[in-house]
């Protein structure tokens, strides 16, 4: 693989960057999911590592997340129930976490990668929104001083007793560490905030000899293969072993190609899915092979590399190289971090998951989309999370192909697939002036905008002509979902970077009052941009109401 020399500073600095902030999220995960500080940190060298070099989506950077360790957790939860210790539970754990890999390559070499884009945004925002829940929720007993229960339930149950015990010294490093990873980046974003309160705080409850529990003993130098282990497995039901790891596995996915999606709208590039499954699959095998936890595309560090100058995989690379050093040379160091710091830092990621745009506006966007995101939002929570996105698709699916018939009955709509039309001109399109067609590019849509035609907005931005006007043709748009709602907005916000002005004709009522509800419509669309027809578009673009008046 070659990479050219004016990109390799700029892949240093961002892998770097993503180290420095993988770190402490790499420590507090593995803490989280049971198998210790270390664990967290293997995973993240080795998928990092693998997934950057094998992988579809070059600037991603790849480690245990919050949604992965949410679901290790409980795995290991339950393998511990079931043998009695972690010890006795390694071979099974460490099983399951390979099969999920290998599952993670079926996907990717049969192709399965691409069917992310048909995920509802309504699903999407529940589950991660859940996820973001769980994270806080699981944080409250060590916010207060004291180990938490593994249940969400359990934890719910004990919080009333658990407050008159509460250790104040623990409750006051992780509001400060709160406190330091909110506010240290309006001095300075060169240094990662959560870096900044992981020393500083440590530092400070060393020397002062705090009574808060610390991570206590972490192994120095690499990592020994856990392969041995594998000859402890009791295989006499296997299901125990395959449907956790298909768990992990579909989730995986999901995480990881949502972060790839966050990576192409950044850098105006197109992910390989099918590959990053691989990738990713290769990836999680490495990690359980050395006893880590899984992981996948992690959406924050992924942003810090690109806007810390990453261009290609080799940033993924030196982001693991840069926890590598740490792991072999600061492991006496990272054993004085305190719980309760770790448990801060963990909250604030929670508090970052959940999905703040999609909440706002439940009472702005059709009734069924904010239905199924609950729905998801609290099965995920209270039930399951494979279970929860299940559902979630049942219903969005469901939910829309009625909508699509009521439609169809009503506005006698043609097709049933979004689709973009064909760049044929339409009858009253045949009269335009050859100039006018050098500065306005025409583009026709002739169906519902929904959750299976956000790609479609996607590649139209990214390949759109070098023209100063796009007119929106909406007149065969009927109904608007919220992921092409914020399909739309997406494509707008980037159009209007370019300079592009963005006119509508003859747009639907349903559309139109998704489109302002949240705001699009007037913040980002004047109403003098909206048309009644076409012919009056036209006759706006030749008397020089719109370009000239832009400028």
Known sequence: MLIKTSKLRGDFFGGLTAGVVALPLALAFGLQSGMGAIAGLYGAIAIGMIAAWFGGTPTQISGPTGPMTVVSAVVIASAIETYGSLNSAMGTIIAIF????????????????????????????GFMSGIGVIIIVLQIFPFLGHRSPKGIPDIFIGI???????????????????????????ITKLIPSALVALIILTIIST??????????????????????????????????????????????????????????????????????????????????????????????????NINSGGKTRLSGVIHSLALLIVLLGAGGYAKLIPLPVLAGILITVGIGIIDYKGIKHIPHVPRADSVIMLIVLGLTVFVDLLQAVAVGLVLASILFMKKMSDI????????????????????????????????????????????????????????????????????????????????????????????????????????????????????????????????????????????????
């Open 207 to 304: 020397l002062m000899e705090l009574d808060v529990t610390i991570i206590g003993d972490i192994p120095e130098g690499l990592p020994k293969l856990q392969l041995s282990k594998l000859a402890e497995v009791d295989l006499t039901s296997p299901m125990l072993i395959i449907i956790p790891a298909i768990t992990l596995a579909t989730l995986g996915t999901i995480d990881s190609l949502l972060t790839s999606i966050v990576a192409d709208n950044m850098t105006k590039t197109q992910h390989k899915s099918n590959k990053e499954l691989i990738g990713q699959g290769l990836g999680n095998i490495a990690a359980a092979i050395i006893g880590g936890i899984p992981g996948a595309g992690a959406t924050m560090r992924t942003v810090v």
């Open 408 to 551: 169809a009955e009503s506005n006698s709509a043609v097709g049933f697939v979004g689709q973009f039309a064909r760049e044929e001109a339409w009858d009253d399109e045949e009269n335009i002036s050859e100039a006018m067609k050098t500065q306005v590019y025409i583009k026709h849509f002739d169906s519902p905008i929904f959750f299976g035609f956000t790609t479609k907005f996607q590649k139209m931005y990214r390949e759109s002509p070098d023209v100063k006007v796009i007119i929106m043709r909406m007149s065969k748009v009927p109904y608007i979902d919220q992921s092409g709602i914020y399909a739309i907005e997406d494509a707008v916000l980037s159009l209007q970077e370019k300079g592009v002005i963005i006119l509508m004709t003859k747009i639907q009522e349903q559309p139109k009052d998704m489109l302002k509800n949240i705001g699009l419509i007037p913040n980002l669309i004047p109403e003098k941009y909206l048309f009644a027809d076409f012919r009056c578009c036209i006759k706006a673009l030749e008397a020089g109401e719109i370009i000239y008046l832009e400028n």
């Open 98 to 125: 390979l099969l999920s890999g290998c599952f993670q390559i079926l996907l990717g070499v049969f192709k399965i990668g691409h069917y992310i884009r048909y995920m509802p945004y309504p699903v999407v925002s």
């Open 160 to 186: 009333p007793d658990i407050l008159g015990k509460a250790n104040f010294t623990a409750v006051v490093l992780a509001i400060a560490t709160m406190t330091i990873i909110y506010l240290f980046p309006k």
